[in-house]
């Protein structure tokens, strides 16, 4: 029997699919697995027998995934779950940006009252006119689950759209429109775009990426749009560029005191995520990694160690070796199968930065003997018998 915990609430959707082998638990510290959406899990302290944690959802900046991988937890989020409540938001936030709908919808409110709105209105329509964007340069900083979609169904609005992505994958590559202007600099982006939407990670490198210089080569009257991270945009710098004219709008689902009540901001609380199909598909994406981890030791979508997959363990035993990233690491491990006459039909080690994980299908089951001299490893930070 495994135990999970979940520290947010989390959809029935993904908690249905756990089979009988599975039973949640209140306590963390008696928990094999941990489902998780925003608990902040800095300052927890992590139970010895915790092996994984899945964020449902993307961004995992509310756990400590060092901490973990030092303690060989896995930690798995949900990229693409949500994908498609966040286009349709990143286009709520275009609209809104271009039609002056909030503020047609406040006058509405301010005039509910008026027995003769209905002519009234015909003339005050005037003040909240705005533009289509059929026809519009929009350009997408980011060609990932959430960017391609964006990228794609703009086209079918009639959108120009102009792609960035350095590292665009093979399958991104298979599902993006061939009508998708490919640039190869954000640049041209800057340059030639009417809206401008950002879906990248928040790294060192792209942590305010869209400040003075990039706004210095944008067109008067440009839209910036931020549904991915606060941090990717240096936010003093738009705030000026609006006061300066030269940006026209800009649309985030993260705001502040700072941003909240500035002219010109229109912000959103944090909803790109927030529609019940969304939290649905994450918990479902997010139990199913787990289950896959838990049964088979496979690993899908993990943000700190490297994805790994055996597919369903057919030989008499699998074991799973989370260890550093060390020369000599597999020839010390393959050696006490060896001394302990283990034959190994199978095996995958794979790396990421400085962790890496193995998985090894065996023809004999593995002896308490073998796991003992496993762990003895310097290098191996923990020995899981899957099966």
Same mark, same amino acid.
């Given at each position: 029997m495994f135990l999970y915990n979940c520290l947010n609430n989390i959809s029935d959707d993904g908690l249905d699919l756990f089979t009988d082998s599975y039973r949640?638990?209140?306590?963390?510290?008696?928990?094999? !697995?941990?489902?998780?959406?925003?608990?902040?899990?800095? $300052?927890?302290?992590?139970?010895? =027998?915790?092996? /994984?944690?899945?964020?449902?959802?993307?961004?995992?900046?509310?756990?400590?995934?060092?901490?973990?991988?030092?303690?060989?937890?896995?930690?798995?989020?949900?990229?693409?779950?949500?994908?498609?409540?966040?286009?349709?938001? !990143?286009?709520?936030?275009?609209?809104?940006?271009?039609? $002056?709908?909030?503020?047609?919808? =406040?006058?509405? /409110?301010?005039?509910?009252?008026?027995?003769?709105?209905?002519?009234t209105m015909e003339k005050a329509k005037k003040n909240f006119a705005g533009n289509e964007i059929a026809g519009k340069k929009l350009g997408v900083i980011g060609l990932g689950a959430i960017g391609i979609r964006v990228a794609n169904a703009a086209l079918a609005m009639g959108m120009d759209v102009y792609g960035y992505d350095p590292y665009l994958s093979v399958g991104a590559a298979w599902d993006l429109s061939r009508d998708v202007h490919h640039v190869v600099s954000a640049d041209d982006i800057y340059k030639t775009c009417d809206f401008i939407t950002v879906h990248v990670p928040l790294l060192d490198s792209t942590k305010g990426m869209?400040?003075?210089d990039a706004i210095a080569k944008m067109k008067k009257g440009v839209c910036l749009l931020n549904f991915a991270r606060d941090l990717l945009v240096d936010e003093p710098a738009v705030l000026k560029a609006i006061d300066d004219g030269i940006v026209k709008h800009y649309v985030t689902d993260f705001p502040n005191p700072t941003t909240a009540s500035h002219k010109g901001v229109i912000a959103t609380p944090h909803l790109g995520a927030s529609t019940a199909e969304a939290e649905d598909n994450c918990a479902k994406m997010a139990v199913q990694e787990l289950m896959d981890f838990v049964e088979n030791g496979n690993i899908r979508h993990s943000v700190n160690y490297p994805d790994c997959d055996l597919g369903v363990c057919s030989t008499v035993s699998r074991v799973a070796i989370l260890h550093s990233n060390e020369k000599g690491v597999i020839t010390q491990y393959t050696r006490v199968f060896g001394d302990e006459n283990i034959n190994v039909a199978d095996m995958a080690n794979k790396t990421k930065g400085k962790y890496a994980y193995a998985l090894l299908d065996l023809d004999s089951p593995i002896t308490p003997e073998a796991v003992e001299k496993l762990s003895a490893i310097p290098e191996v930070i923990r020995v899981r018998v899957v099966k």
């Open positions: 949640e638990t209140d306590s963390v510290d008696d928990a094999d !697995v941990i489902l998780v959406r925003s608990a902040k899990m800095h $300052d927890m302290a992590f139970s010895d =027998k915790l092996i /994984a944690i899945a964020r449902a959802g993307a961004g995992t900046n509310n756990i400590p995934l060092d901490e973990c991988a030092d303690k060989g937890i896995v930690v798995f989020n949900t990229p693409g779950a949500n994908a498609n409540a966040v286009k349709e938001l !990143v286009f709520a936030g275009m609209l809104l940006a271009s039609r $002056d709908i909030i503020g047609g919808n =406040k006058w509405v /409110a301010e005039n509910a009252v008026d027995p003769d709105i209905a002519k869209i400040g003075a």
